[in-house]
């Protein structure tokens, strides 16, 4: 009895830890996805989803982004649109940039080294297929 | 129920329960879902009930702006009251949080204790102090009633100075201690 009613937490782990996993990456995305220039929130969401495989419940943006608007890594300016309401575009600031940059670099000395430590596990893997 | 009127209802529902922000921050949070709702519906195959559907219930996303708003406000604040609010709030959400809020009401009773001791002292002297018997401390602190006459006192007035350096310093410690963790659990709180 006690085997099969851990079996079902043992599956759902690897789902909560890559859930863990993008939700320590979703500020660093949101912040990534305006390097480029100006976007307003809906066009965020898209970014994200094409760019990456961050496929967001679509409430958590906008919180999201207003926090990182009071923490001053963005800056937003509401826009008269085509579609008849205004849109509000964020962009980020000076120090947006310089924070994203850090997290950039962070993120990619993490991740490499992750990688190379993983690299036998993979290969482990695939020799099995 | 019109279109029009799902939008006028969710709108309103989030409205409501975001009332703790300001007129000016609610208004510019309810103008950007409200062009959110309208911009997504636009697009091929969508509907309001989808649209709304995917942003959740107006209660849960309020709730994500107000938690951040009592975050951000209490990892900036000095005010016990403040910053127990937070740490109670966190301690709902995650287990890193019932910590937080245990180590919180542990360093505030503690600092507080040694800050009453001190006060005590000057006020009673004659109940307040650590008391030894045999090599030992039978009694340490302010008491209502007499300790043991075997027992002596041994710490007299820098009891005083003492219990302010030691209340102060842990207050101060778990005043950093919630801040801190406040900080880093606005770097988590973000949801998929």
């Known amino acids: 009895m006690a085997i099969k009613r851990a079996q079902p937490a043992q599956d759902d782990q690897p789902d909560r830890w890559e859930a863990q996993l993008r939700k320590g990456a979703l500020e660093m995305a949101a912040l990534a996805s305006l390097w480029q220039g100006r976007l307003y929130g809906l066009e965020i969401i898209r970014f994200l989803e094409s760019h990456s495989q961050l496929a967001l419940a679509e409430g958590t943006i906008y919180p999201i982004l207003n926090r990182l608007k009071a923490e001053g890594l963005l800056t937003s300016e509401w826009v008269e649109a085509d579609a008849g309401h205004p849109r509000k575009y964020y962009s980020l600031t000076a120090s947006g940039r310089q924070r994203l940059r850090q997290m950039a670099e962070a993120w990619t000395n993490f991740s490499g080294g992750l990688s190379r430590l993983l690299e036998p596990v993979l290969d482990t893997k695939e020799n099995r297929q | ?192």
């Open chain 2, 1 to 192: 129920m019109t279109a029009e009127t799902q939008i006028d209802n969710y709108l309103t529902a989030l409205r409501l329960h975001l009332s703790p922000l300001t007129i000016a921050e609610r208004e510019e949070i309810v103008r950007e879902i409200n062009a959110h709702i309208r911009d997504s519906a636009d697009l091929p195959g969508a509907s309001v009930e989808s649209v709304l559907a995917r942003l959740g219930p107006a209660e849960a996303l309020a709730a994500q702006y107000r938690d951040g708003l009592l975050i951000r406000q209490a990892s900036r604040s000095l005010s016990p009251l403040v910053l127990l609010r937070a740490s109670l709030r966190l301690a709902t959400k995650s287990v890193f949080g019932i910590f937080v809020l245990f180590c919180s009401v542990f360093g505030y009773s503690f600092g507080a204790g040694f800050v009453v001791v001190a006060l005590s002292k000057a006020i009673c002297p004659a109940h307040t102090g650590v008391w030894v018997q045999d090599g030992q401390v039978v009694s340490a602190g302010a008491f209502i009633y007499g300790v043991s006459p075997m027992a002596h006192e041994v710490l007299g007035l820098w009891i005083i100075p003492l219990g302010l350096i030691a209340g102060s310093f842990t207050l101060l410690m778990t005043t950093f201690l919630i801040r801190t963790s406040l900080r880093v659990s606005q770097r988590l709180q973000s949801r998929l």
